[in-house]
């Protein structure tokens, strides 16, 4: 098992994905973002279904990041409950898994 993840979330805006990503990333939360393409989500919300165009993401970030991502990706969403959840990476690159542990580790580590 590897010891890098993925989280994928979604966003009401690519605008929002957009400051999102980019603050994870300079904060070292995630190495890198994959913004998607819009999708249409439904969902039942506070008794009745919902049916809106979200823009989801991908998240590469360390293992042992995962929750701060997630913890400061709620802080800066603009949903009540964003929607934030990590998917495990069986196997990787071992270069690019180097590369993600790489840009995720603090300062003080490089």
């Given at each position: 098992m590897s010891d890098i993840v993925?989280?994928?979330a979604t966003f009401a805006s690519e605008e929002e994905?957009?400051?999102i990503a980019r603050t994870l990333i300079e904060e070292r939360l995630a190495a890198c973002a994959n913004l998607l393409a819009p999708c249409r989500s439904l969902y039942r919300w506070e008794g009745k279904i919902e049916d809106?165009?979200?823009h989801p993401a991908l998240f590469k970030t360390?293992?042992?990041k995962a929750q701060?991502?997630?913890t400061r990706l709620a802080e800066l969403h603009?949903?009540?409950v964003?929607?934030?959840v990590v998917w495990p990476i069986g196997d990787a690159h071992p270069p690019y898994?180097?590369?993600v542990r790489d840009e995720t580790a603090s300062q003080t580590q490089r």
């Open positions: 993925t989280v994928y994905a957009l400051r809106a165009a979200e360390a293992a042992d701060a991502l997630i603009s949903y009540d964003p929607a934030a898994e180097q590369w």
